[in-house]
Each structure stands twice: as structure tokens, then as C-alpha cells.
């Protein structure tokens, strides 16, 4: 971020013009009057540098529950839109389809839609919304009487899970005793959602990047609502003629494959471990019988820290190149040593290298005054990294800070539930500390009004904190008010979230891909693995086939099954080291798509452009140009290199 760009946005914070100006469309109730759309304030943090108003606008659009009966009952999305950094946009902005189902995006506007989209706003806007049952508009489908009741099993996470049946079962009863038509909730009509978002908002042509489960919901937008898709990107693929309940584990079993494959494709890899599948076969069985100690202040290394080994590759930010130290580690453990391991799982291979360490490889190509120069320059552009980071923290700080001033929300608000809380807790009793807390929770979905605060307090606080409480409330202003409400609202939706991510899943699934999958089959594919250790995984998972029969399936049309054939332009990426989809689905899916190409990437897990500029720039080159061929070269930089060892 440089000097202007701190000072512009400081200016935008303090002066921002009204949104109407740079949103005019989406001020003005939008372009579509059958998608109403209303604006609300974005959540927080916001990304560093953005305005909301000027460069990023939150809110909701109201589409029908069932786009097949657009006068039945509605339900209201949450959208945000992030301008493009131009005066002159390309016509056809990317919208981001995030995975799960469930998930969310709206939410993570700082922490994934940003960081990983930005390239994409050089030319166009960039937009997302929370899908039908997902993230903020998972209200839609959140039994709020059945948590408020089931409190006490929700201050429990350890036994929640054998309540998690009975819970599950009221809160379905709930929703369809509220009158929501849970077969509505599938991934067609989250296509028709889509293409509603962009109409609403005033797109007539654009991209979609689709990740997880995004991929299938992009799929089916090429198939059911194709109207002003442009090209689509489909990265970590989940097709819709995939079981992938039934085929959990495979993703996982293909990265211990891609390890052993990218071996012995490496001339010295090959020559150090000559037998790599063998040994991994057979530490897992050495593993099962005589685990190595704890020791070194380490727990013990069982059949679960191999399995750990693979799968924790999936995720961006766990140990770099764990997949070049592999092949030594797992040797290591085959003659009951965990030298390499413990570095690695020390985490003092993840040290960045400072300046010095970083030229020591072009030690002999320069001069010693060439050295300083070079090792002054790396180490302020670190610093300078560091900075970066610091500034981004203080502005998303100031502008959080006039937001809340703008809402006139004062510092009582805090004041006040923390007075509320802590007379509970002095003075009552277990019972009436939980009937409190089912009590307060509930504010988690209640307008926000100063009555409402003042019943939760006479009727549940003694009398001796009754009126200092009350005394303080009536000093609060309306956005002090509203303010409590919020953070009420975000402490319970912490407590709920275990129960409502598996309900946001399971609505969708249940209805569409039951009984395409079923637990035979999938204990087929256990069976059937080809690294039996992997069983042990907690990829092999039959929650889903418990729970289901509470959400009867309602296919959306006979045929969603089948592969989706399209001729959009569309780009499919897959991760060697992903373990939640496979490369075998994403190329299942490109079988269908006469302009697919289909790239996979080394050292990338789930959502492989997380884990490269290089997978961020195919994206981005395809998406600016989509008929013309990609520059892949950078893809061979990737590969993973290989620890050998030491003579």
C-alpha cells in the first residue's frame, strides 16, 4: 500500500460521499423490481483500504424460495459488490460462488474474498453473496427456538455429539413447522439465485469462479440458468455425477499417491527412496502395532500422525514443502527415528529466511559491495511486508471506529452486557443461570429494542442488580441498543455454529445427493482402498447418513446426476494435495465441457489459486481472454523439493 493510497483512503473514510454516488444501481433498490434490493453495512472488519460506499457496498436481494413459484414465499440473500480499481471496468465483473454447501463469504470479505480476488479489480468489479442457507443468510434456515432450548447441550461441545440426532430432528420440525420448503433448498435453485444476484445488481454478462462446492453450484449454473456467463473457473471440483460422500477418502488416498508419484518422477528422489509405496505401507503397520513413544515433549507417533502427514497438506499455511520431506520422514520412522520430523513439526523449517540466508546461494556470483546492497534491499522490502501488515490493521481499526460513531454506539453498550453477565454469574443459581442464557441468546434474532432489554433484565436479574442495571440501560443510546443486540447476536451464532454449518450442509445434500450415496457404498470404497491405513481417516465419515432421513430427498429434475455438458470457455484446477476433492472428479467434470482445459498444480491443496501466484495468474489471464491460450510454465516451479539424505 503506498503513501497515496493510505492518504486517499484515510480522506474516503473521513469525506465519504454517499453510496448513491458509486453504487447507483444498487442505491436505488436495484435493476430488476422482481429482486428487490435493500443495502445494509458490510461486517467487520472491512478489508484494509476499502470505503464501504465508495468501493465495496453490502446488502440483501429478495428472490423466491422457489424460483418455480415466484409468488410463494421469499427469502433475502447477502450480497457484496468490491468495485473494480478503474474508472473504465470490463462490462462483465467475476462473481466468487463460495463452498460447502454452507459456508459463506460475506463474512470473509478481509480474509479470503479480497486477498485472493484483488488481481481480478484491476479490470472488473468483483462480487459474492452467502448462498441460500449459508452464512448470513443461513437465517433462512436456522432453528433459533430449538437452540435457545437446547442450550445446555451447546455449552457442552464435548458430548454434543450424541445429542446431535435429537437436535438435529426438533430443529428440521422447526423449520417445517415455520412453513420452509426444504426441498427448495438444492443446488438448481441456488443456480437461479445466481443468475438473479447479477441481474439484480445490473450485470448482463459475467465470470464465475466457483471453489468446493462452488464448482458443482457453477456447473449448474452452466446448465440451468447459462444467461451472461461468460467463461467460469472451476477450482477443486465437485461435479454432480461425483458420490463424493461415498468416495470421502479418495481425494486422500490420491495425495499419498501424488507423493509417491512425484518421487520417483524426481531422478533424486527416486534414487534415495527406490521403494517409497512399500515403506509407507509398511510404518503404517509398524505404526498400528508399536507406535513410536512421546517423547522430546512430542506426543507419540501413531497410524494417525502418517494420516495427519498427508492430509494437513490441504490446507494453505500448514508446514511448507511437508511433501519434500515426506519421503525422508517416513523412512526415518521405518528405523524408529523422527529427526526430520521434529524439525519439520517444530515449525523451524517454516522460518522465513532473512536477507542474508536468502543470497546465500548467489554468494560466489557477487561482490562483497554487491552482498550489502542486496541484503540491504531484501531486508527492507521485508520490513516494508511487515509495515504493510500494520497499516492494513490500523485503517480496517479507524474505519470499524467511525462506522460505530456513525450508528452513535457508545462505549455503554459493552458496559452494559458486561454488567448484565456478571450479575448473573454472582448471584444465581445454575438453573437460573442457564434459563438466562437461553434467554439472552435469544436476542440473536429479536429486532432490537430497549423493551426487549429491559424484560431479559427485570425478569432474570435479582433485585439488588435490577435497578442499577436498568439505570444504565435508559443512558444508552438506540445505537447502543442495536449495538448489544449484534454482539449478542455474535456470541450465540459462536455457540450455534457447530449445529448449524452440519444443518446448512445437510439441507442441501440430504435433499439432492441421498440416496445417490449411500453407506454401503461408501464402506465399498473403504474396503476397497489401496492404502488400508487410510481407513482411520476422519475423511470416512457416515454422519451424513444418519441425519438424512430427517431431510427427505427431492431431486431437483430427473437427470441432475449427469455429467453437465456445456461449450462456455472454463478453466478446471485441481490441487495435488487436496483432500476433500480429487483430480479424478475434476477431470470427470472436463469430460463434458468442449472448451474446458484442465490444469493440476503441485504443492496446492483445497483451492489451489491460495496457494500460488501462479495458480492466481492463470485465473486471471483465462478470465481476461478466455478463448486464448494459457502461459503455464510457472506451474513447473512448483514441484515440491525433495530432503535427501545426508551422506
Request: hydrophobic share 45%; glycine share 6%; charged share 20%.
Amino acid at each position: 500500500m503506498t503513501p497515496d493510497q493510505i492518504i486517499a483512503t484515510v480522506l474516503a473514510l473521513l469525506t465519504a460521499e454517499p453510496a448513491d454516488k458509486a453504487f447507483p444501481v444498487i442505491t436505488a433498490g436495484g435493476a430488476m423490481a422482481e429482486y428487490p434490493v435493500t443495502v445494509e453495512a458490510c461486517p467487520r472488519p472491512l478489508p484494509a483500504a476499502e470505503v464501504e460506499g465508495k468501493t465495496l457496498i453490502c446488502g440483501r436481494i429478495d428472490v423466491p424460495e422457489n424460483h418455480d413459484k415466484p409468488d410463494g414465499p421469499r427469502i433475502a440473500l447477502s450480497f457484496a459488490v468490491l468495485k473494480a480499481h478503474t474508472q473504465s471496468p470490463a462490462p462483465d465483473p467475476l462473481i466468487y460462488l463460495h463452498g460447502g454447501p454452507g459456508g459463506g463469504a460475506v463474512r470473509d470479505l478481509a480474509g479470503i474474498v479480497v486477498p485472493i480476488f484483488e488481481g481480478h479489480r484491476a479490470r472488473r468489479d468483483v462480487v459474492t453473496f452467502d448462498q441460500r442457507a449459508a452464512g448470513i443468510s443461513s437465517d433462512m434456515v436456522t432453528c433459533f427456538s430449538t437452540f435457545e432450548d437446547s442450550i445446555v447441550d451447546l455449552f457442552q461441545p464435548a458430548t454434543l455429539g450424541n445429542k446431535m440426532e435429537e437436535i438435529f430432528a426438533k430443529c428440521t420440525g422447526e423449520l417445517k413447522n415455520n412453513g420452509r420448503d426444504l426441498s427448495a433448498y438444492n443446488t438448481v435453485q441456488n443456480a437461479k439465485d445466481v443468475r438473479a444476484v447479477m441481474q439484480a445488481l445490473g450485470y448482463g454478462t459475467y465470470n464465475i469462479y466457483g471453489i468446493s462446492y462452488g464448482t458443482k453450484l457453477a456447473l449448474e449454473v452452466m446448465r440451468s440458468a447459462p444467461e451472461g456467463v461468460r467463461s467460469v473457473v472451476i477450482d477443486s471440483v465437485f461435479p454432480p455425477n461425483a458420490r463424493a460422500y461415498d468416495t470421502n477418502i479418495l481425494p486422500v488416498q490420491e495425495g499419498v499417491q501424488q507423493v509417491i508419484n512425484q518421487c520417483a518422477a524426481d531422478t533424486a528422489c527416486a534414487a534415495a527412496f527406490p521403494d517409497l509405496e512399500s515403506t509407507i505401507q509398511r510404518v503404517a503397520v509398524k505404526l498400528a502395532k508399536n507406535p513410536i513413544p512421546a517423547a522430546r515433549g512430542r506426543p507419540e507417533i501413531n497410524v494417525a500422525a502418517l494420516i495427519k502427514l498427508f492430509e494437513d497438506r490441504n490446507a494453505f499455511g500448514h508446514w511448507p514443502n511437508t511433501t519434500g520431506h515426506i519421503p525422508l520422514i517416513v523412512t526415518e520412522w521405518d528405523r524408529g527415528e523422527t529427526g526430520t520430523y521434529d524439525l519439520l513439526s517444530s515449525g523451524a523449517s517454516a522460518r522465513a529466511a532473512d536477507g542474508g540466508e536468502m543470497l546465500k546461494p548467489f554468494a560466489d556470483k557477487m561482490a562483497p559491495d554487491q552482498t550489502v546492497i542486496a541484503r540491504m534491499l531484501l531486508e527492507g522490502a521485508t520490513a516494508a511486508k511487515r509495515d504493510e501488515m500494520f497499516k492494513g490493521y490500523a485503517l480496517a481499526s479507524l474505519s470499524d471506529s467511525l462506522a460505530k460513531s456513525a450508528r452513535d454506539v457508545t462505549s455503554l453498550a459493552k458496559r452494559l452486557d458486561k454488567m448484565m453477565t456478571d450479575a448473573m454469574v454472582a448471584t444465581r443459581s445454575k438453573e437460573e443461570m442457564l434459563r438466562f442464557a437461553s434467554a439472552y441468546a435469544a436476542l440473536a434474532h429479536q429486532t432490537p429494542e430497549r423493551a426487549t432489554l429491559r424484560a431479559l433484565i427485570v425478569d432474570h436479574l435479582s433485585a439488588a442488580d435490577i435497578d442499577p442495571t436498568l439505570a444504565l440501560l435508559d443512558q444508552l443510546t438506540d445505537g447502543d441498543v442495536a449495538e448489544v443486540f449484534a454482539a449478542v447476536s455474535k456470541e450465540a451464532r459462536t455457540l450455534y455454529k457447530p449445529i448449524v454449518d452440519m444443518l446448512d450442509l445437510m439441507v442441501v445434500a440430504c435433499t439432492e445427493d441421498i440416496p445417490f450415496n449411500t453407506r454401503e457404498t461408501m464402506q465399498q470404497v473403504v474396503d476397497g482402498l489401496k492404502f488400508k491405513f487410510l481407513a482411520k481417516s476422519d475423511n470416512v465419515d457416515g454422519s451424513i447418513y444418519d441425519l438424512c432421513p430427517y431431510i427427505p430427498p427431492a431431486l431437483p429434475f430427473p437427470g441432475f446426476h449427469d455429467a453437465v455438458t456445456s461449450d462456455i470457455p472454463t478453466l478446471v484446477l485441481y490441487g495435488f494435495n487436496d483432500t476433500q476433492t480429487s483430480t479424478e472428479e475434476a477431470l470427470l467434470a472436463a469430460e463434458g465441457l468442449s472448451r474446458a482445459t484442465a490444469l493440476g498444480f503441485p504443492e496446492a491443496g483445497h483451492a489451489a489459486l491460495v496457494f500460488s501466484q501462479c495458480a492466481k495468474d492463470i485465473g486471471l489471464a483465462f478470465v481476461e481472454r478466455p478463448g486464448d491460450a494459457l502461459a503455464t510454465d510457472c506451474i513447473d516451479m512448483l514441484r515440491p523439493k525433495f530432503i535427501l539424505p545426508k551422506d
